[in-house]
T-cell receptor
Framework: ETGVTQSPTHLIKTRGQQVTLRCSSQSGHNTVSWYQQALGQGPQFIFQYYREEENGRGNFPPRFSGLQFPNYSSELNVNALELDDSALYLC????????????FGQGTRLTVV | GENVEQHPSTLSVQEGDSAVIKCTYSDSASNYFPWYKQELGKRPQLIIDIRSNVGEKKDQRIAVTLNKTAKHFSLHITETQPEDSAVYFCAVRTDSWGKLQFGAGTQVVVTP
Protein backbone atom coordinates (compact mmCIF):
# COMPACT_ATOMS: atom_id res chain seq x y z
CA GLU A 1 0.00 0.00 0.00
CA THR A 2 1.13 3.54 -0.73
CA GLY A 3 1.06 6.31 1.87
CA VAL A 4 -1.37 8.32 -0.25
CA THR A 5 -4.86 8.56 1.19
CA GLN A 6 -7.98 10.11 -0.26
CA SER A 7 -11.31 11.02 1.23
CA PRO A 8 -14.10 10.36 0.89
CA THR A 9 -14.02 7.03 -0.95
CA HIS A 10 -17.47 7.44 -2.45
CA LEU A 11 -19.68 10.45 -2.98
CA ILE A 12 -23.03 11.13 -4.62
CA LYS A 13 -23.87 14.69 -5.63
CA THR A 14 -26.62 16.40 -7.56
CA ARG A 15 -25.99 18.25 -10.80
CA GLY A 16 -25.11 21.88 -10.09
CA GLN A 17 -23.68 21.22 -6.65
CA GLN A 18 -20.09 21.71 -5.56
CA VAL A 19 -17.73 19.05 -4.22
CA THR A 20 -14.39 18.98 -2.40
CA LEU A 21 -12.12 15.95 -2.51
CA ARG A 22 -9.06 15.54 -0.29
CA CYS A 23 -5.68 13.90 -0.64
CA SER A 24 -2.84 13.33 1.80
CA SER A 25 0.47 12.84 0.07
CA GLN A 26 3.11 10.29 0.88
CA SER A 27 5.73 11.34 3.42
CA GLY A 28 8.63 13.06 1.70
CA HIS A 29 6.65 13.97 -1.41
CA ASN A 30 6.08 17.62 -2.25
CA THR A 31 4.02 17.33 -5.43
CA VAL A 32 0.40 16.26 -5.83
CA SER A 33 -1.29 15.61 -9.15
CA TRP A 34 -4.98 15.02 -9.71
CA TYR A 35 -6.44 12.76 -12.37
CA GLN A 36 -9.94 11.99 -13.56
CA GLN A 37 -10.62 8.42 -14.64
CA ALA A 38 -13.89 7.86 -16.44
CA LEU A 39 -15.20 4.30 -16.61
CA GLY A 40 -13.18 2.19 -19.01
CA GLN A 41 -10.61 4.88 -19.72
CA GLY A 42 -7.13 5.84 -18.61
CA PRO A 43 -6.58 8.59 -16.04
CA GLN A 44 -6.64 12.12 -17.46
CA PHE A 45 -4.41 14.78 -15.92
CA ILE A 46 -6.36 17.61 -14.29
CA PHE A 47 -3.61 19.66 -12.62
CA GLN A 48 -0.60 19.47 -10.39
CA TYR A 49 0.47 21.34 -7.26
CA TYR A 50 3.99 21.94 -6.10
CA ARG A 51 4.74 23.92 -2.94
CA GLU A 52 1.18 25.26 -2.80
CA GLU A 53 1.22 26.59 -6.37
CA GLU A 54 -0.54 25.16 -9.41
CA ASN A 55 2.18 23.81 -11.66
CA GLY A 56 0.58 22.60 -14.84
CA ARG A 57 -2.99 22.03 -15.91
CA GLY A 58 -4.69 19.66 -18.28
CA ASN A 59 -7.68 20.30 -20.51
CA PHE A 60 -10.23 20.90 -17.76
CA PRO A 61 -12.46 23.98 -17.31
CA PRO A 62 -11.89 26.56 -14.54
CA ARG A 63 -14.66 25.07 -12.42
CA PHE A 64 -12.05 22.46 -11.52
CA SER A 65 -9.77 24.11 -8.98
CA GLY A 66 -7.43 23.02 -6.26
CA LEU A 67 -5.30 23.85 -3.29
CA GLN A 68 -2.17 22.52 -1.71
CA PHE A 69 -1.40 23.08 1.95
CA PRO A 70 1.94 23.57 3.72
CA ASN A 71 1.96 19.88 4.70
CA TYR A 72 1.61 19.07 0.96
CA SER A 73 -1.89 17.65 1.29
CA SER A 74 -4.28 18.83 -1.38
CA GLU A 75 -7.90 19.47 -2.26
CA LEU A 76 -9.73 19.24 -5.55
CA ASN A 77 -12.83 21.41 -5.87
CA VAL A 78 -15.39 21.06 -8.62
CA ASN A 79 -18.14 23.64 -8.98
CA ALA A 80 -21.39 23.42 -10.92
CA LEU A 81 -21.20 19.64 -11.20
CA GLU A 82 -22.26 18.05 -14.46
CA LEU A 83 -23.32 14.46 -15.12
CA ASP A 84 -20.08 13.90 -17.09
CA ASP A 85 -18.07 14.68 -13.97
CA SER A 86 -19.01 11.25 -12.69
CA ALA A 87 -15.69 9.40 -12.47
CA LEU A 88 -12.97 8.06 -10.22
CA TYR A 89 -10.77 10.92 -9.04
CA LEU A 90 -7.23 9.93 -8.27
CA CYS A 91 -4.47 11.87 -6.65
CA UNK A 92 -0.84 10.93 -7.05
CA UNK A 93 2.03 12.16 -4.97
CA UNK A 94 5.61 12.38 -6.08
CA UNK A 95 8.81 14.32 -5.63
CA UNK A 96 10.24 16.66 -8.19
CA UNK A 97 13.12 15.63 -10.37
CA UNK A 98 13.73 13.09 -13.08
CA UNK A 99 14.11 10.09 -10.77
CA UNK A 100 10.67 10.19 -9.27
CA UNK A 101 7.77 7.80 -9.18
CA UNK A 102 4.11 8.70 -8.77
CA UNK A 103 2.06 6.76 -6.25
CA PHE A 104 -1.70 6.84 -6.38
CA GLY A 105 -4.29 7.04 -3.68
CA GLN A 106 -7.26 4.69 -3.73
CA GLY A 107 -9.42 7.31 -5.38
CA THR A 108 -12.77 8.95 -4.76
CA ARG A 109 -15.70 7.59 -6.76
CA LEU A 110 -17.91 10.58 -7.58
CA THR A 111 -21.39 10.02 -8.95
CA VAL A 112 -23.37 13.02 -10.17
CA VAL A 113 -27.09 12.47 -10.52
CA GLY B 1 0.85 17.77 -26.53
CA GLU B 2 1.88 14.21 -25.87
CA ASN B 3 -0.24 11.47 -27.43
CA VAL B 4 -0.01 7.91 -26.10
CA GLU B 5 -1.56 4.99 -27.96
CA GLN B 6 -1.86 1.57 -26.35
CA HIS B 7 -2.56 -1.77 -28.00
CA PRO B 8 -4.30 -4.11 -27.75
CA SER B 9 -7.34 -2.95 -25.82
CA THR B 10 -8.06 -6.50 -24.66
CA LEU B 11 -5.78 -9.52 -24.39
CA SER B 12 -6.76 -13.05 -23.49
CA VAL B 13 -4.02 -15.54 -22.72
CA GLN B 14 -3.79 -19.04 -21.36
CA GLU B 15 -2.13 -19.43 -18.00
CA GLY B 16 1.59 -19.91 -18.51
CA ASP B 17 1.72 -18.07 -21.82
CA SER B 18 3.28 -14.64 -22.36
CA ALA B 19 1.48 -11.34 -22.74
CA VAL B 20 2.81 -8.31 -24.59
CA ILE B 21 1.33 -4.82 -24.54
CA LYS B 22 2.71 -2.04 -26.70
CA CYS B 23 2.53 1.73 -26.41
CA THR B 24 3.63 4.45 -28.78
CA TYR B 25 4.18 8.09 -27.94
CA SER B 26 4.70 11.26 -29.91
CA ASP B 27 6.95 13.60 -27.91
CA SER B 28 10.64 12.82 -28.32
CA ALA B 29 11.35 14.72 -25.08
CA SER B 30 9.55 12.05 -23.06
CA ASN B 31 11.88 10.72 -20.40
CA TYR B 32 10.01 8.34 -18.10
CA PHE B 33 7.76 5.42 -18.97
CA PRO B 34 5.89 3.67 -16.14
CA TRP B 35 3.42 0.82 -16.32
CA TYR B 36 0.50 0.57 -13.92
CA LYS B 37 -1.75 -2.37 -13.04
CA GLN B 38 -5.27 -1.60 -11.96
CA GLU B 39 -7.55 -4.24 -10.53
CA LEU B 40 -11.27 -3.65 -10.50
CA GLY B 41 -12.21 -0.91 -8.05
CA LYS B 42 -8.63 -0.34 -6.92
CA ARG B 43 -5.91 2.25 -7.43
CA PRO B 44 -3.39 2.03 -10.26
CA GLN B 45 -0.26 0.36 -8.91
CA LEU B 46 3.16 0.95 -10.37
CA ILE B 47 4.57 -2.39 -11.49
CA ILE B 48 7.63 -1.39 -13.47
CA ASP B 49 9.12 1.70 -15.05
CA ILE B 50 11.94 2.61 -17.38
CA ARG B 51 13.82 5.81 -17.98
CA SER B 52 14.97 7.19 -21.29
CA ASN B 53 18.62 6.24 -20.82
CA VAL B 54 17.81 2.53 -20.51
CA GLY B 55 16.64 0.13 -23.21
CA GLU B 56 15.33 -2.73 -21.12
CA LYS B 57 14.44 -3.49 -17.53
CA LYS B 58 13.31 -6.73 -15.95
CA ASP B 59 11.71 -7.59 -12.62
CA GLN B 60 10.97 -11.29 -12.20
CA ARG B 61 8.21 -12.15 -14.71
CA ILE B 62 7.77 -8.58 -15.91
CA ALA B 63 9.97 -6.72 -18.36
CA VAL B 64 9.75 -3.43 -20.21
CA THR B 65 11.60 -2.51 -23.39
CA LEU B 66 12.03 0.98 -24.80
CA ASN B 67 12.84 1.98 -28.35
CA LYS B 68 13.39 5.74 -28.31
CA THR B 69 14.06 5.96 -32.02
CA ALA B 70 10.73 4.39 -32.88
CA LYS B 71 9.03 6.01 -29.87
CA HIS B 72 7.51 2.87 -28.51
CA PHE B 73 7.79 0.79 -25.37
CA SER B 74 6.35 -2.57 -24.44
CA LEU B 75 5.38 -4.54 -21.36
CA HIS B 76 6.17 -8.25 -21.37
CA ILE B 77 4.65 -10.62 -18.83
CA THR B 78 5.97 -14.18 -18.91
CA GLU B 79 4.46 -17.30 -17.36
CA THR B 80 1.15 -15.54 -16.82
CA GLN B 81 -0.97 -16.44 -13.81
CA PRO B 82 -4.67 -15.79 -13.09
CA GLU B 83 -3.69 -13.03 -10.63
CA ASP B 84 -2.15 -11.13 -13.56
CA SER B 85 -5.70 -10.47 -14.79
CA ALA B 86 -6.27 -6.71 -14.58
CA VAL B 87 -6.20 -3.55 -16.66
CA TYR B 88 -2.70 -2.39 -17.52
CA PHE B 89 -1.91 1.23 -18.36
CA CYS B 90 1.20 2.63 -19.91
CA ALA B 91 2.11 6.22 -19.19
CA VAL B 92 4.60 8.78 -20.40
CA ARG B 93 6.18 11.74 -18.66
CA THR B 94 7.70 14.56 -20.63
CA ASP B 95 9.00 16.86 -17.90
CA SER B 96 10.50 16.51 -14.45
CA TRP B 97 7.34 17.61 -12.69
CA GLY B 98 5.53 14.31 -12.70
CA LYS B 99 2.62 14.93 -15.08
CA LEU B 100 1.74 11.62 -16.69
CA GLN B 101 -0.06 11.02 -19.97
CA PHE B 102 -1.79 7.63 -19.92
CA GLY B 103 -2.73 5.17 -22.60
CA ALA B 104 -6.29 3.92 -22.80
CA GLY B 105 -5.51 0.66 -21.05
CA THR B 106 -5.37 -3.06 -21.88
CA GLN B 107 -7.73 -5.52 -20.23
CA VAL B 108 -5.70 -8.69 -19.67
CA VAL B 109 -7.57 -11.90 -18.92
CA VAL B 110 -5.57 -14.98 -17.95
CA THR B 111 -7.58 -18.16 -18.19
CA PRO B 112 -6.54 -21.28 -16.24
Amino acid sequence: ETGVTQSPTHLIKTRGQQVTLRCSSQSGHNTVSWYQQALGQGPQFIFQYYREEENGRGNFPPRFSGLQFPNYSSELNVNALELDDSALYLCASSSTGLNTEAFFGQGTRLTVV
Amino acid sequence: GENVEQHPSTLSVQEGDSAVIKCTYSDSASNYFPWYKQELGKRPQLIIDIRSNVGEKKDQRIAVTLNKTAKHFSLHITETQPEDSAVYFCAVRTDSWGKLQFGAGTQVVVTP
